[in-house]
């Protein structure tokens, strides 16, 4: 098993940036895919990102392709979602999701496939 903590949240101004992070326990954090996704209220949640456990396959929702970059540092057990050029449509909790893979290389991109979840940490864009 494995537990994610998300930080980094916060209120930025639209153009800004923030950097999220994802600790995870655990001594096999490089086995676990990590995936990044959003709520905003009244809306379901949604996939944003995500990056093999290898680090090296990552994919993008469109809304966040060129402004968001996903990645992972298994040294420190710890992923991150750096987000600039954020907007006011990018107002939401964000989550952080870790499944375990069979391949070092594959990445999720739905809900159901990820069965570990932090607890959330918002991110507001003011215009």
């Known amino acids: 098993q494995v537990q994610l903590v998300e930080s980094g949240g916060g209120l930025v101004q639209a153009g800004g940036s923030l950097r999220l992070s994802c600790a995870a326990s655990?001594?096999?954090?490089?086995?676990?895919?990590l995936g990044w996704f959003r709520q905003a209220p009244g809306k379901e949640r949604e996939f944003v990102a995500a990056?093999?456990?290898?680090?090296?396959?990552?994919y993008y929702a469109d809304s966040v392709k060129g402004r968001f970059t996903v990645s992972r540092d298994s040294a420190k057990n710890t992923g991150y979602l750096q987000m600039n050029s954020l907007k006011p449509e990018d107002t939401a909790v964000y989550y952080c999701?870790?499944?375990?893979?069979?391949?070092?290389?594959?990445?999720?991109?739905?809900?159901?496939?990820?069965?570990?979840w932090g607890q959330g940490t918002q991110v507001t864009v003011s215009s």
């Open positions: 999701a870790a499944e375990i893979t069979r391949s070092l290389g594959v990445w999720y991109s739905r809900l159901s496939e990820y069965d570990y």
């Open positions: 655990g001594r096999t954090f490089s086995r676990y895919a």
């Open positions: 990056i093999s456990g290898s680090g090296g396959s990552t």
